[in-house]
């Protein structure tokens, strides 16, 4: 697989709240939609609850842009017996994501000296 | 119970077809296993309400998504086929565009507000037994005690001269009740409508305007109200200023409340008296209808009612929508009609458009149905190219109906200022948008129909014919002969159309109407009394006929092709005979011959106006055959119904229609004018060359005469036979362009057709040529294919023609009778038009090199 190019990744800068969310979620491993819900949901402390209109909307354009791939179906032994499709982060997902917490990260210094904020400890 | 998952499945057919293909299943389950987990009523209540929520926002923004996707695609796909596409539009527009203009007309006609308050309550009572004749007060009393109407007011129009600042001009005025304004329910712009009691004898010297008399000739002044005009030379006081855009009834830019005072303005000719009631609330139209026919046979149980066989002499009580859409309404339905039939003619067309490109395509998506695109996908694919297509063709309609609207009302003149004919009105918009859809639909669905099941297999690169293939190719053959019969029926229907109007065009009138000018001049109101109204009427003759070019100048009192009312009634004949319905006109010396109507025997009126004993007058070949007499008829006397003295019958002349070719024309009897000079008339002049040079000319002639006499309608006498032809035509070329229209489809359709049949069946030919069949024989095999499906839609077409030519007699008096070489020249002329399409389009046989064919399976 070639290398994103710079313009690609800053293209589909910035994320949406909830693809941010997903995308750093899926960082720590494959997950179906289901979990990724759950997951944000604990994450955010159950501030950010996505609708399954949402959800999968977001994994849709997330499929779409290449940030996420499927991987195969299989059960969740933790839920029920069910398959489910898993999805995963690609190499792309996984710079944007950077990309995108760097562009935070640089956002956030600037209003810190901006407010003069004390620094955390 | 109702199974709240399943609920909300039904909720996902919100979503587009590929988002839901792909999601529906764990949306299902995520929604199950929070619902599970839903605490009691409240719980479960939010859950949904968070679900709808979802839904509001994520379904639009999906649909919007693949929608993208689809247009790209389509836009793609039409790009790579450009000539099929713009067909396809070009066909569309047509047809989108034809209907829309002619439903701009039906709703101006039919549909439309009027400008009256609750207009569905108003009527016309036609040749009711209570007219203004009776006096104001026996009218106003039946009115009161009528069972089924609240009110009724009555009103007739006429031409009169208005008094201008510099000259006199003519304009049209009504005559009303009081409460004319009341009773319609229509406001005045300034100042008031008439009071109660100003319709009185003697209180009734007030009038009301119209609003672009009062821009015209007030600028728009204010101080109108209270200013005096004179009309007939009747001075008169202005009380108001009607609203803009209301002028009923036809066009008027007076009115005067002096309906039951025939005397008020001095007038003279014939009079046509016109009732409009108000329903009372909660009484039908039909229950009036019987009342008001009930009280008809009771007031005049003989006569009208039953005696007479027109329509247009028998009394009636009819709704004012109705009476005012009148005589044009048969004709629109019938236009709507013809409209329609190319319509459908274009969708048949587009269908095969689509069916041949969806049947090229079937490899792609067979392939994408291979990858898992489901059946609603591909629809939904299917469904975003044809509204392409249709959309793009309703934009072109727009046009096309803004042109046919415009060309409609220039040629049909609205009856309300009103009523113009405009497509920017949300009924025509929706109508043109609602069919765009229809057809769009339909165009989707119809060839993911005939794909069937689009099953991904083993065999889904091979292009064998199956049973798809021949079901495709009946439709295709059904949609041929569909349009072949469509097509058909129009064309015959214009064939017949155009012949009976070039038989208006050679009808013979009985007078010739090149290099005449026609001009009106009224004496209404003016100095001229008596004799000095012929004195007037021979000085402006003489000055025509002293312009230079004028060979021949005339005048006569009711001018055919003029849309006169004329007056007539029966004559005696030597004291025995009676010569019914015979039409009165007052003529001056030279009128027959500046007309070039021919005299059959006998002669002119002398110039001299010395009074003999028994007066002399001139009949015409209708008076004369209806009395069973020829050219002896000269020299008899004739007696009017009203005094008994004897005229002498000096000429007979040829019979003159009197409204146009389609009237023949009845007996007509000529006076001298200067026997009893008419208030107004019309003056003819023959010339040497052009006629439109000499209608300033003319005009300023008899104008110098006396700037207080109005001289008016200064036409030539060609334009005002084009006037009176001018309905019948537009119908005629209305009709030859919708059917050049769906010939031209047809043949696009039959092209398309055979050679995309050609192109299917290439290897078959391939073989067919290897066992030694020549070009010509596959080629007129081809051809004869083709045929058949043509045949035998001209044969439903014939069938349909026969019965759509009842019809055609509401667009043109006489169209009706089609005789049977019109369906020999029209299905001649398509089968040429067809057997051309196809044989073109099976040129491509020769290009089939055998080997190759054969090779390519």
């Known amino acids: 697989m070639p290398k994103p190019k710079q313009t690609d990744i800053d293209r589909l800068l910035p994320l949406s709240l909830p693809i941010f969310h997903m995308l750093l979620s899926l960082t720590e491993g494959e997950r179906h939609g289901y979990a990724l819900k759950r997951a944000i949901l604990q994450r955010t402390e159950g501030k950010l609850n996505l609708g399954s209109g949402a959800l999968y909307g977001s994994i849709n354009k997330m499929l779409e842009e290449g940030l996420i791939e499927e991987s195969e179906e299989r059960p969740d032994s933790h839920l029920d017996d069910e398959r489910r499709r898993y999805y995963r982060i690609t190499s792309l997902g996984q710079r944007v994501v950077e990309a995108e917490t760097l562009r935070l990260r640089n956002l956030v210094r600037f209003a810190e000296s901006q407010l003069a904020l004390p620094e955390i400890a | 119970m109702l199974d709240a998952t399943k609920v909300y499945g039904w909720l996902l057919k919100l979503y587009p077809a590929g988002f839901r293909e792909e999601y529906e299943t764990p949306m299902k389950r995520h929604f199950r296993d929070d619902y599970r987990e839903a605490q009691g009523r409240w719980g479960k209540a939010l859950l949904w309400l968070r679900a709808f929520a979802d839904l509001a926002a994520s379904a639009p923004a999906q649909l919007l998504h693949e929608l993208k996707i689809d247009l790209k695609h389509g836009v793609r796909v039409y790009r790579s086929r450009r000539l099929s596409a713009v067909l396809a539009v070009a066909a569309l527009g047509l047809a989108i565009g034809a209907s829309t203009g002619v439903f701009s007309v039906l709703n101006a006609l039919l549909l439309r507000d009027l400008p009256f308050s609750e207009p569905a309550q108003l009527t016309e009572l036609w040749l009711a037994p209570f007219t203004p004749l009776m006096g104001r007060a026996a009218f106003a009393a039946w009115s009161r005690q009528s069972p089924y109407l609240q009110g009724t007011t009555a009103f007739s129009s006429s031409d009169m001269n208005l008094m201008g600042e510099r000259e006199a001009v003519r304009v049209k005025v009504t005559e009303t009740a009081a409460n004319f304004f009341q009773l319609l329910g229509v406001k005045t712009a300034v100042g008031r409508p008439f009071a109660t009691n100003e319709d009185i004898t003697g209180q009734n010297a007030f009038a009301v305007v119209s609003y672009g008399l009062w821009q015209e000739f007030f600028a728009g002044d204010p101080r109108i109200i209270g200013a005096t005009l004179r009309l007939n030379g009747m001075p008169l006081t202005v009380v108001g200023v009607a609203s803009a855009g209301f002028d009923y009834p036809a066009k008027t830019t007076v009115w005067i409340p002096t309906v039951f005072d025939i005397e008020k303005i001095p007038k003279r000719g014939a009079f046509l008296f016109q009732t409009i009631g108000r329903l009372k609330p909660g009484v039908s139209m039909p229950g009036a209808q019987e009342m008001f026919q009930a009280e008809v046979r009771r007031a005049k149980p003989l006569s009208l009612t039953s005696a007479s066989t027109d329509e247009r002499n028998r009394p009636r009580f009819i709704s004012l929508r109705d009476q005012l859409a009148g005589p044009v309404r048969p004709a629109s339905w019938v236009l709507a009609g013809l409209t329609l039939l190319v319509l459908l003619t274009a969708c048949a067309n587009v269908a095969q458009l689509l069916l041949s490109r969806t049947n090229e395509r079937r490899q792609e998506l067979e392939v994408r149905a291979a990858l898992g695109a489901s059946r609603a996908r591909l629809l939904q694919q299917l469904t975003t190219e044809a509204t392409i297509l249709t959309a793009a063709g309703a934009l072109l309609g727009l046009l096309v109906a803004q042109w046919t609207s415009k060309l409609t009302s220039s040629i049909a003149p609205p009856q309300l200022a009103t009523q113009d004919y405009t497509i920017l009105d949300w009924r025509v918009l929706a109508f043109a948008g609602a069919l765009a859809m229809a057809m769009a639909l339909a165009f989707g669905v119809l060839p993911a129909w005939l794909l069937g099941r689009l099953q991904p297999s083993g065999q889904m690169l091979r292009s064998q014919p199956g049973s798809r293939d021949l079901r495709t190719k009946h439709v295709r053959a059904t949609l041929v002969a569909l349009q072949s019969a469509l097509t058909l029926t129009l064309l015959t229907s214009s064939l017949a159309m155009g012949r009976t109007f070039l038989e208006l065009l050679r009808a013979d009138l009985g007078f010739h109407t090149a290099g005449v000018v026609t001009l009106n001049v009224s004496l209404q109101g003016t100095k001229y009394r008596g004799p000095s109204e012929w004195q007037y009427y021979s000085e402006a003759l003489g000055r025509l006929r002293s312009v230079p070019g004028v060979q021949a100048a005339g005048a006569i009192s009711h001018l055919p092709l003029a849309n006169n009312l004329y007056m007539g009634g029966s004559f005696k004949l030597d004291s025995l005979q009676t010569v019914p319905a015979t039409v009165m006109n007052a003529v001056t010396p030279g009128y027959f011959h500046a007309m070039e109507t021919r005299f059959l025997a006998g002669r002119d009126f002398a110039e001299s106006s010395a009074r003999e004993p028994a007066p002399p007058v001139v009949v015409n070949e209708a008076f004369a055959k209806s009395a069973g007499l020829g050219r002896a008829i000269v020299g008899r006397a004739v007696t009017v119904p009203w005094s008994n003295t004897p005229y002498r019958i000096v000429g007979l002349v040829a019979t003159t229609s009197l ?199």
Not at chain 2, 683 to 689: I, K, N, Q
Not at chain 2, 754 to 761: E, F, L, P, T, V
Not at chain 2, 783 to 794: D, F, K, Q, Y
Not at chain 2, 814 to 842: I, N, P, Y
């Open chain 2, 659 to 857: 409204s146009g070719p389609a009237n023949q024309g009845g007996p007509q009897i000529y006076w001298p004018i200067q026997e009893e000079p008419p208030p107004a008339l019309t003056l003819v002049a023959r010339v040497s060359g052009s006629p439109e040079d000499y209608l300033a000319r003319c005009r300023d002639a008899v104008r110098a005469l006396d700037k207080e006499v109005p001289v008016y309608d200064v036409k030539t006498l060609d334009q005002r036979l084009a006037d009176a032809l001018a309905q019948p035509r537009f119908y005629t070329t209305a009709t030859l362009f919708l059917a050049a229209l769906a010939v031209l489809l047809a043949a696009v359709g039959i092209y398309g057709t055979a050679a995309y049949s050609i192109a299917q069946r290439r290897s078959e030919m391939g073989i067919r040529m290897a066992l030694g069949a020549t070009y010509e024989r596959l080629r007129s095999m081809m051809v004869r294919e083709s045929l058949l499906p043509i045949l035998v839609g001209s044969a439903l077409g014939v069938a349909g023609s026969l019965a759509a030519g009842r019809y055609l007699g509401h667009l043109i008096e006489g169209a009706a009778q089609t005789e049977s070489w019109t369906f020999v020249a029209a299905a001649g002329l398509f089968l040429v038009v067809g057997l051309l399409a196809a044989w073109s389009a099976t040129s491509r046989v020769l290009s089939i090199d055998p080997a190759d064919a054969i090779r390519a399976e």
